[in-house]
């Protein structure tokens, strides 16, 4: 008989939106312009009941994506072995089209600290993160996304550019990006950048999905613009004009819509996955 069950085997080139459990019902009745959602490894790393019962209907729908936040590429010790045990298992029963994870760091020997953490950008720094996206590649059998970062800062010993290490990593290790354009706006914004020239420098060909989502907006200690990355607001609209400007670079690419922190309700989010899929109608 031949097997007419959906398959999801990539990301389309489409919106997506971070899953939260209580939309499990709106999105299962009217999901709007979403096909596809992320979902936090962490959050699914346990044996099962209501959380993988409500994955596994979900995936009947919509493509998967994977998005790990606990791995600590950029750490400086070995990668924690039950985890990347762990992330294998779920990866085996989940059989998502995408996994990610981002350029930083959160150990410390045998802490964990629950932040993402920058990276001063080396060739030490090169060294060890490749190594370690060479390591999760071999275990998981699979490639993985790396996702540029929010940064507050800059280190004066980094000797490459943000978008030249990212492109060397791809080289070296044939890892995917995962292209944060919120992340973008904000390091541009805090390190006194051209967000556009930063588009324009980044290796757009290895893309295998954009990112949107909401920032706050606070002052530094000399009164200049400091925005932080918290994943708890709309998009602002320069965000949306940075999309645009990404999406004429990089053509129809895969979109989320990141809201983790006071999560709205389901009609609030999807009119922002449909702002998304205006954004991709030219392109497409």
């Known amino acids: 008989m031949l097997d007419t069950s959906p398959?999801?085997?990539?990301?389309?080139?489409?919106?997506?939106?971070?899953?939260?459990?209580?939309?499990?019902?709106?999105?299962?009745?009217?999901?709007?312009?979403?096909?596809?959602?992320?979902?936090?490894a962490e959050n699914?790393?346990?044996?099962?009941?209501?959380?993988?019962?409500?994955?596994?209907?979900l995936q009947e729908r919509f493509a998967l994506s994977v998005h790990g936040v606990g791995l600590s590429i950029g750490g400086e010790g070995a990668l924690d072995a039950d985890h990347l045990a762990r992330l294998k298992e779920l990866m085996a029963r989940t059989q998502p089209a995408s996994f990610s994870e981002h350029l930083a760091w959160s150990t410390h020997g045998a802490e964990f600290l629950n932040d993402l953490l920058p990276l001063p950008y080396t060739n030490a720094t090169l060294q060890r993160v490749a190594a370690h996206i060479n390591q999760v590649q071999d275990i998981l059998g699979r490639q993985m996304l790396l996702e540029n970062p929010s940064s507050y800062l800059a280190f004066a010993e980094s000797t490459w550019s943000e978008t030249d290490f990212l492109a060397e990593l791809v080289r070296?290790?044939?890892?995917?990006?995962?292209l944060d354009v919120n992340n973008v706006f904000i390091s541009a914004t805090n390190l006194g950048y051209s967000p556009q020239g930063y588009i324009d420098a980044y290796p757009l060909e290895a893309v295998g999905e954009i990112h949107?989502?909401?920032?706050?907006?606070?002052?530094?200690d000399a009164g200049a613009p400091l925005l932080i990355d918290s994943h708890g607001k709309p998009v602002v609209d320069p965000v949306w004009a940075l999309l645009d400007y990404t999406l004429?670079?990089?053509?129809a690419r895969p979109v989320l819509v990141e809201w983790d922190n006071d999560v709205p309700d389901w009609p609030t989010l999807r009119d922002e996955a449909m702002r998304a899929a205006r954004a991709l109608s030219p392109v497409q």
Do not use: I, N, S
């Not at 919106?15 to 009217?30: E, I």
């Not at 699914?44 to 209907?57: C, V």
């Not at 070296?172 to 995962?178: A, E, H, P, S, V």
């Open 7 to 40: 398959r999801f085997d990539t990301l389309p080139p489409a919106p997506g939106v971070g899953y939260k459990p209580q939309h499990f019902a709106d999105l299962m009745d009217a999901p709007g312009p979403v096909a596809w959602l992320e979902v936090h």
């Open 44 to 57: 699914y790393m346990g044996d099962g009941g209501r959380p993988h019962a409500q994955l596994r209907a």
């Open 172 to 178: 070296r290790t044939g890892c995917g990006l995962l």
């Open 212 to 220: 949107v989502g909401g920032h706050d907006e606070d002052t530094d």
């Open 248 to 251: 004429a670079h990089t053509g």
